[in-house]
């Protein structure tokens, strides 16, 4: 089963185990201006390391990604999948969490990794096509000694 077709139903099985009244083909989207809380959710773990990822797997989901959060665990994320490679450009409007990014091979290496200004329209794009981004806040890849070439496991990477 294609990778895409795995965090598809992913997506769906969360979504199932949510009830009836929250399953849905798509993920939740949030109001405008509001965070989006509700999404399916996967974790990953690089090397010792567990995190809890939300997952933007739809336009609209991605388009609103981190925006107006105000605070987010450690251990958290959001994993931005798309349905194919390409240069990722991330910005961070309405966003006010420094975030780094981490651009994802399908295989789950770390291709490059980001730091982000809240705030701000500065493109931070991966250095080749990717279909998988991770943002972390600030500093999380850093203080674990997490670089380019690190390979992250989960679902989403699994063939």
């Known amino acids: 089963m294609s990778t895409l077709r795995r965090l598809g139903a992913l997506c769906l099985l969360v979504n199932a185990l949510a009830g009836p009244a929250q ?23 690089i090397g010792m390391y567990r995190i809890d990822a939300q997952v933007a797997h739809t336009y609209d989901t991605r388009q609103t990604g981190l925006m107006f959060r105000q605070s987010m665990p450690s251990q958290e994320g959001m994993l ?56 972390m806040n600030q500093g999380w890849f850093a203080q674990r000694g997490i670089k380019a070439g690190t390979k992250i496991l989960g679902e989403a990477f699994r063939p």
Request: aromatic share 8%.
């Open 80 to 135: 931005f999948v798309f349905s194919q490679p390409g240069v990722q450009c991330f910005w961070m409007r309405n966003t006010v969490l420094p975030l780094t990014a981490a651009f994802v091979a399908d295989d789950g290496t770390i291709v490059n990794l980001e730091d982000m200004k809240p705030m701000t329209e500065t493109s931070h794009c991966s250095a080749r096509p990717v279909r998988f981004v991770l943002e």
């Open 23 to 45: 399953a849905r083909t798509e993920a939740p989207t949030a109001p405008q201006g509001q965070p989006q809380m509700n999404l399916p959710r996967t974790e990953m773990h």
